[in-house]
């Protein structure tokens, strides 16, 4: 019988290497007793500066005494691990003639077609950029040179947008799927530390890695995946679909089509559109891109720990609301000891992202800063109106940095000051490539984006000390935070209607970071299955 235990609290000076007597002390039995033990997860507690603290919840096994001990008692915080059984998943009975497409093979694209495979359907992954170690070779050239190519960048290739982050694994949902997820990435290199941290992340140097392993064990089972195969075209007979088109001139039969494109596929949506599939507007958020000292921002979570060595880069997530406005603004995507990467893939636009490798280690902190906007700010009731919106103060940016993917930027003092910055010489932190202009990113941005970044950076400040610092930079501008569309489905996880087509992850607004991607990914793979018999 295995017993869950919460709220086991251990010193960050103390030996952590084996907590059998942390736990012991805190179910009141002889360290004896305790058995084998499971971590299943590890936060910091950093609320009170004075003292941190780490808190474990374990899955732990007790002799026979302290088991009956238990039996006789209750412990707050203290139950009966009852194993969950995964439940299989019932094969169709449709026929199915070809082998499964999936398009994209970013999170959602990978772990539908890892699903099909367990399921002996041997998918074949349509990837419109190259393989990771091409796609890395071609986004440092971009980095270092401004030389962009539209198909092999930072939002395409193998791996999606997120090969090129900080690799987080934080999600919100709660579904049985995601420790799955999880067991598959630390099978495929990532550190096993990511099945019980409370932030887990992998770090882009070591997720390229996992990336490629993965697509090796999909080749295992059976699946393929063509790379430089952009999606052109569907092939629909009476609202079914028949194929795909790749790159304007082959067709590949298909009768299942999952559509796991990336939030940057516009092209692939005004191709859906044109096709009839329905298509919708959705909120997502835009700002900038925010620098500071990591050792600034650990000193202002950890006080007199930062530095500590059990600790890594702090982090921090901090959220300002508007009621009169109705609108938000919100730090997304905070990178410790990372670098800002120019993230276009489209000509003369300029997008950024935050990336960080495993070690967290550059000496600088960034996040994005974003305010909410929704269709209501696109000005047209076009499906396609987010994607323009998007594009229009992308097309700022470029103009603003003076071309070459140079990014605007400006310091916190002279953004809150209403003035273009004059200099940005005298900030190591500005980690930015190809390179920063000064400017003014009021130029860059809608004014009510602008007027609550004012506001949100004041009350950041108030909330983490030193996070308006005058020297503090921001880069623009950040507009893919999350698709501005939604490819509508039905109940059964189909593009309403057409039969074969199935929208999935993020790009179909239906996940927002790896892991909700990857498991929606998997429960589109899981409809297929449902529904259709592998006869392959």
Known sequence: MLYRVTDIKIDIDADSEDITGHIARRLGVPPQEVGDYTIVKKALDARKKERLFFV?????????????????????GVFVREPQPEL???????????????????????????????????PLVLERGMDVATRARDVEQFWLTGILDTESNVQFGEGGAGTFSDGKLTTRINDSRVRGVLRD??????????????????GTDKLRTVVKNLRLLLEEMGGEIYFGSRVTGLVIENAVVRGVVINNEREIPAGVVIMAVGHSARDTYEMLEQAGCPVEQKAFAIGVRVEHPQRMIDEAQYGSFAGHPRLGAADYQLVYKNSELERAAYTFCMCPGGRVVAAASEENMVVTNGMSDYARDTGAANSA??????????????????????????KAAYRAGGGGYKAPAQLMEDFLAGRASDSLEDVPWATYLPGLQPADLHDCLPGYVTS??????????RKLKGFAMPQAVLTGVETRTSAPVRLVRDDKRQSIGFEGLYPAGEGAGYAGGIISAAVDGIRVAEAVTAKFRNEL
Do not use: C
Request: hydrophobic letters at 45%.
């Open 56 to 76: 474990y919840t374990v899955d732990v096994s007790l002799g026979k005494k302290a088991a009956a001990s238990m039996a006789r008692r209750k412990l707050s």
């Open 88 to 122: 299989p998943v019932t094969p169709g009975t449709v026929p199915i003639v070809h082998r499964p497409v999936v398009v994209g093979a970013g999170p959602a694209g990978i772990f539908a077609a890892l699903t099909l495979a367990r399921n002996g359907f041997r």
């Open 185 to 202: 990435l630390v099978a495929a290199g990532a550190p096993e530390e990511i099945l019980y941290l409370n932030k887990p992340h992998i």
């Open 369 to 394: 800063v974003v305010v909410s906007v929704t269709p209501d700010d696109f000005g047209s009731l076009e499906p396609l109106a987010g994607v323009e919106f998007q594009r229009r103060w992308e």
């Open 452 to 461: 609550m970044l004012e506001e949100a950076m004041e009350s950041f400040n």
